[in-house]
């Protein structure tokens, strides 16, 4: 496909199970990026990487997020013993170039834990 | 730190009458500004940004926005709307140097026959 795509598009966790979320970039696009989106609210930066470099994690909510692109392709989110305050929607975007410039952002996956 | 502002959390407007969306934004230098629109279940698009020159850039689907220093605000502007804009909209901002956008909390847009 042409855009950001995202997977899957809907989990359902029980508290304490982790959970592994896919982000596929657009093809050739240098950055990356994930939110975290709470309901009624602007999306919150989590992490940023430069193909495979992560430059920037701080906006990761602790140590039990974990974000990685192994190859500058592909990128997963991972978050383990999910507590109900992770209940959002996680968002990837991509950008052909630097981090300030136009981000093509997908569809989003709505994480629920019960 | 970097934080925007968006006022207003919902405004109603009749279809055809014009537009105007606020946003404020606290950056010590020149900021990268950013609106984005986020239809029901699709992703955010962009529809237009601010990084330097012009002070009123034009955007996708007829919006524009005006970059005003003294008053730290780029809102959004359209003169006519229509039903499909009917969406939620944020305004962003990213620092120099810098790899993050802050979003502010969004205003939802909903349009009246």
């Known amino acids: 496909g042409a855009g950001v795509s995202q997977s899957p598009r809907y989990k359902v966790a029980k508290r304490g199970q982790d959970v592994a979320l896919r982000c596929d970039p657009i093809s050739g696009h240098v950055s990356l990026f994930w939110y975290q989106q709470a309901l009624g609210q602007g999306p919150e930066f989590l992490t940023y990487?430069?193909?495979?470099?992560?430059?920037?994690k701080s906006g990761l909510p602790s140590d039990r997020f974990f974000a990685e692109r192994p190859e500058g392709s592909v990128s997963t989110l991972k978050i383990q013993r999910t507590q109900q305050e992770d209940s959002a929607v996680y968002l990837c975007?991509?950008?052909?170039?630097?981090?300030?410039?136009?981000?093509?952002f997908g569809p989003g996956t709505r994480l629920t834990v019960l | 730190a970097q934080s925007v502002t968006q006022p207003d959390i919902h405004i109603t407007v009749s279809e055809g009458a014009s537009l105007e969306l606020r946003c404020n934004y606290s950056y010590g230098a020149t900021p990268y500004l950013f609106w984005y629109v986020q239809s029901p279940g699709q992703g955010l698009q962009l529809l237009l940004k601010?990084?330097?020159?012009?002070?009123l850039v034009q955007g996708i689907k007829g919006f524009e926005a005006e970059f005003k220093r003294s008053q730290s605000s780029f809102n959004l502007r359209k003169p006519s709307v229509h039903w499909s804009d009917a969406a939620e909209y944020f305004c962003?901002?990213?620092?120099?140097?810098?790899?993050?956008?802050?979003f502010g909390a969004g205003t939802r847009l909903f349009v009246k026959a």
């Open positions: 975007a991509s950008s052909p170039t630097g981090a300030l410039n136009e981000q093509f």
């Open positions: 601010y990084f330097s020159g012009d002070t």
């Open positions: 962003a901002v990213g620092a120099t140097g810098g790899f993050k956008t802050i």
């Open positions: 990487f430069q193909n495979e470099a992560q430059l920037d």
